[in-house]
DNA sequence: TCAAAAGTGTTCGCTATACACCCATGG
DNA sequence: CCATGGGTGTATAGCGAACACTTTTGA
């Protein structure tokens, strides 16, 4: 038996946190989906997401829903939209406030707490719960216009990356294809990056230059402001 | 004596929207605020906005607001961010989802239905109510944001225009200046604009060329995707 | 007559883009 | 020996940015 503790003198719609998880694999973009146990959409897949708790900011309740969801912990979400459509949840009014994160796969534990979480390839997705079709549609643009102003997708790779897994990063993020002395040429005038002459390394029987994502440079260029051109 | 007819097993918070009104009056950037008759913050300076209703989205509910409270109609809102620290509002929990739409000054008609609705200079904005300075805040940041991928800010102008009135413009809300011609160059590059050679303009006893905006260029070249480089 | 605004073109330097060859490795 | 992937440099075209003079009008 339910009790219905809670009284207001108007109705409130409930309010949830959605949490698009993007990871890369050296090859394409993944999404992070966990298959729901419960009905509504039973044995869908969705994002990790719950309910926002009354003390919590939303991004404070995406981040704790991410974590019991998946075991992951970042800082870094970014609110990219709010979903408010009447009937997006069958069971009861219910907007949603969207985050989308970056994390690099090997962070993520498979066997961890709750859930069937798994990666899907971003140009492979199953049909998912609610409205979480037009949310990773939304991601998707949000990321894509980010990646102008921000040099995110670093923290899809490992600390210490390849010029051409950089490339490719930003190739399956965009969706389109670079020239490789043009990529770099434009990535190294950026100065963002620090190179490591001497350390290479065999990826598969290969040689490559490793770089690695300055910070402190980034700070003094966003004070300035710039532009990434791609 | 107040009524508690909604019932819920989990609390829920409030949902309101908020809507930021960008106006160009010529030469700055305005933003349109509304005096506030009740507590909380009464008699401080707030955007147009209000509780979502159940049976409409965000979106519907943002101009429903809009125009109830300043006699606006627009079907341009942009969603820039949804706010939901926890005391925001000292009534009770309340996050809202927060709009902004681009309108001609001319069409605000002063002594509209509610309220002291009054245009203020974007650099010379009172305290407001709530946390409506970050709101405005990240708003300007959206909108600055936006206007490198759409031609955002030809909804500001009357429908003709001269090139130094949609210079004015991209400089007041980009706090930047420009040359003359390398504005008008770029500009007209785009091909997004129609020029009226023969129909000139005394706006203070000069003449200058009138364009009006293509929206027929615009469809064609946002299908290639397109930037406006500024 | 002076200040303010509009029209008009050119130059320089940088960057985007396109493009080819060599070398080492693994199969 | 062949396919794959990585390293390297150049030439061209287009764009960004800087810049001066003339004309008209209103104050």
């Not at 994160?101 to 049909?127: M, T, Y």
């Not at 643009?141 to 923290?155: C, S, V």
Request: glycine share 6%; hydrophobic share 40%.
């Amino acid at each position: 038996m339910e009790e219905l503790k809670y009284h207001y003198k108007y109705p409130h719609p409930a309010v949830t946190t959605d949490c698009v998880i993007f990871g890369f694999d050296g090859v394409g973009l993944k999404v992070l989906l966990i298959e729901r146990g419960i009905e509504p959409f039973r044995g869908r897949w969705a994002f990790p997401g719950g309910f926002l708790k009354m003390d919590e900011s939303a991004e404070e309740g995406a981040q704790r829903e991410l974590f019991e969801e998946t075991g992951l912990k970042t800082n870094c979400v970014w609110q990219f939209g709010t979903f408010s459509n009447p009937n997006r949840d069958p069971r009861e009014r219910v907007i949603t406030i969207a985050y989308y994160a970056l994390v690099r796969i090997s962070e993520v534990h498979g066997g961890d707490d709750a859930a069937q979480a798994q990666w899907f390839d971003i140009n492979d997705v199953p049909a998912l719960a609610f409205d979480h079709d037009l949310i990773l549609r939304t991601a998707l643009q949000a990321l894509r216009k980010q990646i102008h102003f921000e040099p995110i997708g670093f923290e899809l790779l490992e600390q210490h990356f390849t010029m051409t897994q950089l490339q490719h990063l930003y190739e399956a993020v965009l969706d389109v294809k670079f020239d490789r002395r043009n990529f770099a040429n434009k990535m190294l005038r950026l100065g963002l990056l620090t190179q490591y002459d001497e350390a290479k390394q065999l990826p598969n029987g290969k040689e490559a230059f490793l770089y690695s994502f300055n910070p402190n440079k980034y700070k003094e260029l966003k004070q300035k402001g710039f532009r990434l051109e791609f």
